[in-house]
């Protein structure tokens, strides 16, 4: 039975960019979640030029009983897809306290949304996040399962100090009208990282965070995203972010290039201890290039990793 606007409790945001066969399988996992909530999906198409994904969504949805929304952002970037999802979802289901999102790379396992929303109204949370767990869509070696980049949260559920990524997230909707917008940087928008400096303000801001172990979420990782080149750059691009971060919420900018020093310090020695005990240099060499990549932010030098060339 399709559920009125006024009655839906939680709104699953998916921001797209020309992945349509991709965001397919998300929305498939989304339909098959079982709750005693009723919930909606709004979907952003961040590709103006040929909205394929919002295509895709508009005519799947309307075979399903969801309440959904499906939009096109004009503006490119990450930040404005998602700032479009949540203010979108805000406005179109008003009664709605909870606000999440998955990416279109993504798909949520059997019972995470429940457990997510279960988590953030028995615990009083204003943000919880869940497990990512990735699923490689080539054979990769154990120098890059073992990488940094795809580590996590780990352990049972319980309150934490902070999120880190937007990937399997639910934000409250008091969190939104306690900050400021725009909700993501979009400082941020081709650079990455709008996430972290989010969760950050939320920190920052006495927001209350939880990690929900049974709420998981499956990434799917395709054969350009494990190469050798990419962890590296993806690695620098870490530093980056952090560095952007840290002037940010900083008041001294002297603070900042200190702690770029002792980062290359740090990095060198962890480097070399990760080396030591691994004897793998992919993984072993994050820890330096985080401390490079906020150096090379310092002196202005920023990747664009999200830039779509049109």
Not at 76 to 101: S, Y
Not at 130 to 144: H, L
Not at 231 to 254: P, Q
Not at 286 to 309: E, I, K
Request: charged residues 20%; contains cysteine.
């Amino acid at each position: 039975m399709q559920q009125s606007k006024g009655s839906v409790e939680a709104v699953v945001c998916i921001p797209t960019f020309r992945r349509p066969a991709w965001l397919a399988r998300t929305l498939a996992s989304l339909v098959n979640q079982v709750t005693d909530f009723p919930f909606a999906v709004v979907v952003v198409d961040n590709d103006a030029a040929n909205p394929a994904g919002a295509s895709y969504a508009r005519e799947f949805l309307a075979t399903t009983n969801l309440p959904f929304l499906v939009l096109t952002e004009e503006r490119q970037g990450n930040c404005h897809a998602i700032n479009r999802a949540f203010g979108a979802a805000m406005d179109a289901f008003p009664e709605a306290d909870f606000l999440l999102m998955i990416d279109d790379d993504e798909m949520a396992l059997p019972g995470w949304l429940a457990a997510i929303v279960g988590t953030a109204k028995g615990e009083s949370a204003d943000l919880v996040g869940g497990p990512v767990i990735r699923e490689f869509e080539v054979p990769v070696s154990d120098a890059v399962t073992q990488h940094l980049l795809f580590g996590s949260i780990e352990g049972s559920t319980r309150a934490i100090d902070q999120i880190h990524g937007s990937g399997n997230c639910l934000i409250r909707r008091r969190v939104f009208a306690g900050l400021a917008s725009p909700l993501f940087d979009v400082r941020f928008n081709f650079l990455g990282g709008g996430d972290m400096e989010f969760f950050t303000r939320c920190r920052k801001a006495g927001f209350k965070s939880w990690w929900c172990a049974e709420a998981v979420i499956r990434e799917f990782v395709p054969e350009e995203r494990v190469s050798a080149r990419f962890l590296m750059k993806r690695s620098l691009r870490t530093g980056s972010i952090n560095y952007v971060i840290d002037r940010i919420h900083s008041t001294s900018a002297t603070r900042v290039l200190a702690k770029n020093a002792l980062s290359l310090c740090a990095g060198c020695l962890r480097s070399m201890t990760l080396f030591l005990r691994t004897r793998r240099l992919l993984p072993a060499s994050h820890p330096l290039l985080v401390s490079l990549g906020r150096t090379l932010a310092s002196l202005g030098f920023l990747p664009t990793p999200y830039r779509a060339n049109h």
